[in-house]
């Protein structure tokens, strides 16, 4: 008979009543597809809490969650990844793009609902994606203390323009561009450049790999439409599935298929109840239930 301290870890290991339900989701989901399954979650939308934010985004400490979710799984299978994402940091994002790729050769990203900036490149990352028409993506437009990288380059362009034209308009243009420290423009610039690598690099690895003949008409249509600001307009602007599939993104409809969807959207229900109601920020686990969860609770102490 197991004694009170092994009633009581195995209680533990269980977790909560939350956990279970997203746990059998999650296996449910893997004996539909018989693939890899991987949840990211990030609970932004829920967790509105001042310095919390770096934490909520995509971030070096998630490669210890991605690690932990993939140890014990047969890397030989494919991978579906069920995204829910703000992003993060470019670095932080292309150092798990890497990862995810060197372990699994297929990735199919389910959106659920959000993958923004980073989500959307991590995404872009996949040899498909799979959309609702309630999902979104997102611009990949770096922003660097809150600024769009795009935004400070159009500013710096339009006030040479415009004092290059008209003397008069140099005083007002100092005052503006004084808000900014003397190698700001130059950050932007590699920011821009950096983030826009990455998203056709693996574009061209993955999504249009086979695709020889249209592959970079193609992939250059795509970054236009996600990286140019003065097309997107606004970092925040949701991409729908109908947008995506009419750039050019590989996209599947995850209404095609009932089931899937129901599976899909049940996980993701859980998910998001989870992040409303526990102290759990971000989780990301796989379908054997390993996971790596973190905790406003352990961010406080």
């Avoid at 140099?170 to 590699?190: D, N, R």
């Amino acid at each position: 008979m197991a004694n009170w301290n092994n009633i009581q870890k195995d209680i533990a290991s269980k977790g909560s009543t939350f956990d279970i339900i997203r746990r059998e989701c999650l296996q449910e989901l893997h004996n539909h597809t018989k693939r890899n399954i991987i949840i990211y979650y990030s609970g932004w939308l829920q967790k509105n809490i001042p310095g919390l934010m770096r934490e909520l985004a995509l971030n070096d400490m998630d490669k210890n969650g991605f690690m932990t979710a993939i140890n014990g799984l047969d890397v030989s299978k494919k991978l579906d990844l069920v995204l829910h994402t703000l992003g993060g940091e470019v670095a932080a994002t292309e150092s798990i793009i890497d990862y995810l790729k060197s372990k699994f050769s297929n990735i199919r990203v389910i959106i659920p609902q959000l993958a923004m900036s980073g989500g959307t490149m991590i995404a872009c990352s996949a040899n498909q994606i799979v959309m609702g028409k309630h999902s979104s993506l997102g611009p990949v437009d770096p922003q660097i203390g809150g600024i769009a990288a795009h935004g400070v380059i159009e500013e710096f362009a339009l006030a040479h323009k415009e004092i290059k034209e008209d003397q008069s308009k140099l005083a007002v243009w100092q005052f503006i561009l004084s808000k900014y420290h003397p190698t700001f423009l130059g950050e932007c610039m590699k920011a821009v450049a950096w983030s826009e690598k990455i998203l056709v690099d693996n574009l061209k690895d993955r999504m249009f790999k086979e695709d020889k003949d249209e592959k970079n008409r193609k992939v250059d249509t795509i970054k236009k439409e996600l990286c140019d600001h003065a097309i997107s307009l606004s970092h925040a602007r949701h991409l729908s599935f109908q947008k995506c599939k009419e750039i050019g993104l590989i996209v599947e409809e995850l209404e095609t298929d009932q089931k899937f969807q129901d599976l899909v959207l049940s996980l993701h229900h859980i998910t998001m109840q989870t992040l409303a109601t526990t102290s759990a920020y971000k989780i990301i686990e796989n379908h054997n239930g390993q996971a790596f969860i973190q905790q406003v609770a352990m961010l406080q102490k």
